[in-house]
């Protein structure tokens, strides 16, 4: 196993089990019978944040496509560790039930948008997945570059959080 998938697999295992602790005090064997997150899968951005919400984490991702799903899932975890005032928000174009799926099985609570016509991608200019942009005030901050590799994106993403919110 390779340290991105063990340091995926660690967050993954927290953030679910965290889960399923905030969602019934469910703990150890009993943590799987703990009732399903309540997905949000938005239609818009709109939706997701409304106005106002402060700085967004887009985090565009396909489902087919494991670094990706692994990159949402770090992304939620380096936001959290960090304490930073950021929303993260996933954005994938779909489609719905397997996209329902997923995330039930990562216990992913935070929003989702389903942007089928791909119209967000193209507003934050994301590249291609996986794709990340920081929204302050709404303009980007900071887009990583998908062609770097898994931990460079992240230490890079952990740079610019740092750099803006750290008092």
């Known amino acids: 196993m390779s340290a991105r998938s063990a340091v995926t697999a660690f967050a993954a295992a927290a953030l679910a089990a965290g889960a399923a602790?905030?969602?019934g005090g469910v703990s150890g064997r009993d943590a799987s019978a703990a009732v399903p997150a309540e997905v949000r899968i938005c239609g818009g951005l709109d939706e997701a944040a409304p106005p106002g919400t402060g700085p967004l984490l887009?985090?565009?991702?396909?489902l087919d496509?494991?670094?990706c799903s692994d990159e949402l899932i770090e992304a939620r975890y380096l936001v959290?560790?960090?304490r930073w005032p950021v929303t993260v928000v996933g954005v994938t174009s779909g489609p719905r039930e397997p996209?329902?799926?997923f995330?039930?099985?990562h216990a992913w609570e935070l929003p989702v948008v389903l942007d089928a016509r791909k119209a967000l991608h193209k507003r934050f200019?994301?590249?291609p997945a996986?794709?990340?942009a920081l929204v302050v005030a709404g303009e980007v901050v900071h887009r990583n570059d998908p062609y770097l590799g898994f931990e460079e994106r992240r230490k890079e993403l952990e740079r610019c959080l740092t750099r803006l919110f750290s008092r």
């Open 58 to 62: 887009l985090v565009f991702f396909s």
């Open 125 to 127: 200019q994301a590249g």
């Open 103 to 105: 995330l039930e099985k």
């Open 65 to 67: 496509c494991h670094v």
């Open 21 to 23: 602790l905030a969602g």
């Open 80 to 82: 959290e560790k960090g």
């Open 130 to 132: 996986p794709g990340m």
């Open 99 to 101: 996209l329902r799926e």
